[in-house]
């Protein structure tokens, strides 16, 4: 019973995206294995997952899709998916579902559970076209809340919990302002690039810093943060979740029994950046930092080809080096995280990211 993780490449200049599939079980047999899809990106990397579900796992049926979160470079892609391929299950988060349940937590008295729905619809609108297609097509829709999905032999969902997901609403950037102050605030994006300074870091030197609580974004936040677990092998998915929502992920793993720095291979939060992980996070979820190159982790980063410094930030891949993880990025080529017994590909070997000896400040 093997399995196979692929990251496909998303993103053209400095924007990037996640597009991943996943299929376990008999894999010399399409009609014993199980086909995941977490996450599309654009549009043309979710034209090139159902290419690559079809060359690859040899299929055109899917049994499950997840949508992480609606920000268009996750979301967008998924129609192509759903379109496309036969598909069993979606998952994704329905925020207009949500609008009864805070409604009467913003200042204009005007604003009703009926409009709040129309708003959140209307400013989503690529989450929107998921769901609308979804019910189209008859395929039944479930959201993924850690408190409402129970973990099973395959996958552990660790967050976001519904109350969690209810206070990020209302930092979404389509929610009219809210009548109170609340912890989760949009970060402001100035435009332009910013001049880049570099600094000096060494194995014992560490300048990743705790981002601020408002460094990612709310809908980052509310990320789909999940535990794949298969025989001895475990992969924790993180999408774009920032300090909250994988502080939230890992007390849940904590609940469950779950030791998260047990996990063998992950996904580096938001494609690597530096806003979304610090040193206290880092070491719960990967364990404290090593004296000396020690690797017994395997960390992957989806990125475009163009996106560093930022997408990855060179701290956050030596900061993920301390702790025992290589780290590897798509930056325009797909990869694969597979068992031992799984089918050979005719694919190039990865080479992982080097340590950085200069970091942007």
Known sequence: MAFEVDFLPVGD??????????????????????????????????????????????????????CTHSDSDHASGLTEVIENLSIGKLFMHLPWNHAGNIDDLFKDPRITTDSLKRH??????????????????????????????????????????????EELLLSFRAAPAPAVEIPFLQKVVTAGKEAIRWVVENWGVETLSEPDANASSAENNSSVILLFKHGGSQFLFTSDAGVPALTEAADCAAKLGIDLRTVG???????????????????RILGPRRQQEEFS?????????????????????????????????????????????????????????????????
């Open 120 to 165: 959140f619809k209307k400013s989503l609108e690529n989450a929107h076209e998921l769901e609308a297609l979804a019910k189209k097509k008859g395929i039944p829709i479930y959201e993924p809340f850690s408190d409402m999905v129970k973990s099973n032999d395959d996958f552990s969902l660790l967050g976001p919990s519904t109350k969690f997901y």
């Open 297 to 361: 982790k395997t960390a992957f980063v989806s990125a475009s080809k163009e996106g560093e410094p930022k997408h990855p930030s060179k701290r956050v891949v030596n900061a993920f080096m301390r702790r025992g993880a290589k780290v590897y990025a798509t930056q325009g080529k797909p990869i694969c995280h597979f068992s031992k017994d799984a089918p050979a590909r005719n694919w190039n070997n990865a080479t992982a990211l080097p340590f950085y000896n200069q970091v942007e400040e």
């Open 265 to 283: 291979a992950l996904q580096v939060p938001h494609h690597g950046s530096k806003h979304n992980v610090g040193p206290l996070i880092l070491d």
């Open 13 to 66: 200049g400095e924007r990037s995206g996640d597009a991943i599939a996943l299929r376990f079980g008999n894999l010399q047999n399409p009609r014993e294995q199980t086909v995941v899809v977490i996450d599309g990106g654009s549009k043309e990397s979710g034209a090139a997952l159902v290419e690559h579900i079809k060359s690859y796992y040899y299929t055109d049926a899917v049994n499950v899709v997840i």
